[in-house]
């Protein structure tokens, strides 16, 4: 069975650093597109595509965190990670991580969030 | 970047009623777009992918036509475990979402 677990969420200072998990089991990260979505909490509050990690290890980001934010994979563990720098309080959300099983694929399995809240 | 608009924001319809939402791109996304339903406290789950391909398991009543800019996902009979937020997604360039649409029953 496809899961996805993510951990590492939690109250943090601006300015501060966060690192995020999503632990994978029922198949391979390293086959596979992985990303991180981002729901910001509150009423009419969509989703946001922030950063994703090709099989072959190619990586992309949103502007709103290209320089501060950094995706990677330990396919040993087969967990994915996102490692959050500089946080501003409009990074407070809720994180997913998802998969999809091709560069340009919808995302068929996803993971039930951790909450990161960026305040003072 | 591509902007996906969907409407309408907020719909309200009855048991058995056929709904439709609607989501457009700003420029073509040929037919990478898919939708997903989400419900409170819940992660997005797949319904339609590449436009119109039914994802398994879910049930029949929803489908999903359009290509290029315009595009659309129907229940065709609205059931009482529907009430949920809609979104379509496209990655044709990157993944952008729209920016949801709320299913309530009357």
């Known amino acids: 069975e496809v899961q996805l677990v993510e951990s590492g969420g939690g109250l943090i200072q601006p300015g501060g650093s966060l690192r995020l998990s999503c632990a994978a089991s029922g198949f391979s990260v390293s086959n596979n597109y992985m990303s991180w979505v981002r729901q910001a909490p509150g009423k009419g509050l969509g989703l946001e595509w922030v950063?994703?990690?090709?099989?072959?290890?190619?990586?992309y980001y949103a502007d709103s965190v290209r320089g501060r934010f950094s995706i990677s994979r330990d396919n040993s563990k087969n967990t994915l990670y996102l490692h959050m720098n500089s946080l501003r309080a409009e990074d407070t959300a809720m994180y997913f991580c998802?998969?999809?099983?091709?560069?340009?694929?919808?995302?068929?399995?996803w993971g039930q969030g951790t909450l990161v809240t960026v305040s003072s | 970047d591509i902007q996906m608009t969907q409407s309408p924001s907020t719909l309200s319809a009855s048991v058995g009623d056929r709904v439709t939402i609607t989501c457009r791109a700003s420029?073509?996304?040929?037919?990478?777009l898919a939708w997903y339903q989400q419900k409170p406290g819940k992660a997005p789950k797949l319904l339609i992918y590449?436009?119109?391909n039914l994802e398994s398991g879910v049930p029949s009543r929803f489908s999903g036509s359009g290509s290029g800019t315009e595009f659309t996902l129907t229940i065709s009979s609205l059931q009482p475990d529907d009430s949920a937020t809609y979104y379509c997604?496209?990655?044709?360039?990157?993944?952008?979402f729209g920016q949801g649409t709320k299913v309530e029953i009357k």
């Open positions: 420029q073509s996304v040929s037919n990478w």
């Open positions: 998802a998969r999809s099983p091709m560069a340009r694929g919808a995302y068929d399995y």
């Open positions: 997604q496209q990655f044709d360039s990157y993944w952008t």
């Open positions: 950063s994703i990690i090709y099989s072959g290890g190619s990586t």
């Open positions: 590449m436009a119109s």
